[in-house]
Structures are given as structure tokens and as C-alpha cells.
């Protein structure tokens, strides 16, 4: 394979840099492997010299906090766009959230830390008297 994408990171990246072809590239964007670790040989990504250098393989980081605050707001809006649509033509799919007032925050959080929690909590406001905007 030429391209990956890998939210794991630790051991499970390397492998994933490993099944690339020479010359291919593998963008890191999460690091779930490093979920509350406290141990420094966990928060790395294994990489063999000999595929980076000989088979020219790339690891590149990727962070959509920092990609909107660098993006121009019309990029911004038009990556947006795209995916709205991916998800209107059901390309992508977004897991429904638990809904929690934002009164309950402090029961949610830990809920989403949790380990295979299943859905993410998902903050309501209520928008009048009686509504709640989901």
C-alpha cells in the first residue's frame, strides 16, 4: 500500500509504516495508544532507519486544531462542505452521541474517557422554555 492513516500510534504505527510500499507514507493523527500511559516507551512510534532512509517511507503528523487555525476560512468551509456531503451521501457516517445538559458535565466526562464507551457524550443547550436543541 502507498497510502495509510493510523489514530493508533505506539506499536500498532509501526506496522502500519511497515506494510507500506517503498516511497509510501503514513499520516498520524491520533494516538490512542497512548491513552493515559505514563511510560515514556509508550508514546513512540518504532520505526525501523532502514525504511524511512532505503525505502524513502514518510511518517507525517496530522491535527485538525491546528489545521483550522492555520487553514484560510475558505478552506475551512469548503473541507467542511465536502465532508457534509460525504455524510449526506451516506459515504461517511457519524455515530450518534449520548445527549447530556451541560448541567450533568462532570457525569460525562468520565464516560468519555472510559474505555470502549461506545457513543460520546454530546452536550445539549436548551434553546426557549421547554426546548432543547439536540
Not at 41 to 63: H, M, N
Not at 86 to 91: F, G, I, K, Q, W
Request: proline share 9%; with cysteine; charged share 20%.
Amino acid at each position: 500500500m502507498r497510502k495509510a492513516i493510523d489514530c493508533v500510534a505506539g506499536p500498532v504505527g509501526a506496522q502500519v509504516s511497515q506494510a507500506l510500499a517503498p516511497g509510501g507514507e503514513v499520516v498520524v493523527y491520533g494516538a490512542l495508544s497512548t491513552h493515559r500511559q505514563t511510560d515514556p516507551a509508550a508514546l513512540t512510534i518504532p520505526l525501523q532507519a532502514r525504511s524511512v532512509i532505503y525505502e524513502t517511507k514518510v511518517v507525517r503528523g496530522f491535527w485538525l486544531n491546528r489545521w483550522f487555525g492555520t487553514a484560510s476560512p475558505e478552506d475551512a468551509l469548503r473541507a467542511l462542505s465536502e465532508v457534509r456531503g460525504l455524510v449526506a451521501d451516506e459515504v461517511l457516517t457519524i455515530p450518534q452521541g449520548q445527549p447530556f445538559p451541560l448541567e450533568r458535565f462532570a457525569e460525562a466526562v468520565p464516560l468519555a474517557e472510559a474505555p470502549a464507551h461506545g457513543t460520546k457524550p454530546l452536550f445539549v443547550f436548551e434553546d426557549g422554555p421547554g426546548e432543547v436543541d439536540k
